[in-house]
């Protein structure tokens, strides 16, 4: 019976051509103002994941030294970016010594440390857009510094014994010698407190199916290529969405990948696999300079694959809760449009049309696949 459903439905797509060239979605979009979220003074503290930091709760003390945090909107514009202390009138003090948290295009979090001056101040960020434009975003409050405080104490939790918190307090000060160390690269790395921000270059995003061993489409394979101008660690898989008019319909399905390749192979951190990163969108670090070029396959996310056999299953039972919604979907040929989306290299696109939910589970069942049951066990 399947079989003669999946004939149907493929019948009724052969007219489409179910591949091409991903449209960009971001080309048209206006170039945000680089601003701040916000800045904030950190104390080193132990938490429930070890040693850690936290928002200072009291008022910076002049001529101390903190850590610090800045977050800013619109860095996808950015092409460099300094730190400032500055007077109340947004002069520049001092430039800072910060770096960027994450290699990810969208991440606007830095971090440095900053020593209070004694006087009322403000930050500010300064640089060049992408288009060459200058800029200078500046921090709305003034902080107004204490004179004199209480001792800076690292924060550990209540409750501990004097020996045990003795080794707690240790942990944090090697945590904090670490980010001490990090500020000392990040001097070299930004002379004068500029930090480039690299970009990546993905090439045109090409989609075509992803067919199994009878030739019927199963899914989708995404193919790209990415050139990173300096190294970075990021997460260069996309995430795929189907885009439903039904709103019954949104959130029920999405796409999840299902092997692929990465050519030349990335560094992979740790002990991360290269299954963490392609199955399941983990980061790994790419040479500057170098070329990569992706072939990555998605299914359905409610059909699995067994661990042993290689066989696969479908997970109907996932939608116990919702029926209607669920058979209505399933009865519909009408073809989805797909929204991609690479965070870490500011990429989305979209794809207008392609094979709805329905065919490609007939194309499974047709190949053999059978009911996962009410839990998939992957081990089969």
Known sequence: MWVWIALLFAAGLAAQDYRGQVAPELAARPAAAVEFNRFRFLVFSFGREGPSDIPLRGTPVQGREYFAEAD???????????FEVTDTAGRTLRTLTMWKATDSATDGEFHGFVSVPNQPFR??????????????????DVMQPAASGPDDQVMIPPGFPPEQSGRL??????????????????????PNGVISLARAAVSPVLYEPYVGSTAAPLGLRLRYSVRFDAAATVAAIPFVTPVFTATAWRGLVSMKTAGG????PPVL??????????????????????????AIDFIPDFVFQGSVSGRFCVHDQKYAANPAAWNALMASNAPVPLLLAIS???FAGRIAAFYPPSLLRANFLAAGAFDC???PNLRF
């Open 72 to 82: 800013l909107s619109g860095i996808d514009a950015a092409a460099s970016v300094r």
């Open 123 to 140: 930050i500010a960020a300064a640089g060049l857009r992408r288009d060459g434009a200058a800029f200078r975003a500046l921090l709305p």
């Open 169 to 190: 307090r240790q942990l944090v000060e090697t945590y904090r010698k670490q980010v001490a160390a990090r500020t000392a690269q990040a001097a070299r790395d930004h």
């Open 261 to 264: 390749s990465i050519t030349p």
């Open 269 to 294: 951190p740790g002990a991360a696999t290269m299954s963490d990163v392609i199955l399941y969108g983990g980061g790994a670090q790419y040479r500057a300079g170098t070329t990569y070029e992706f």
């Open 344 to 346: 870490d290299l500011d």
């Open 373 to 375: 049951g009410p839990v």
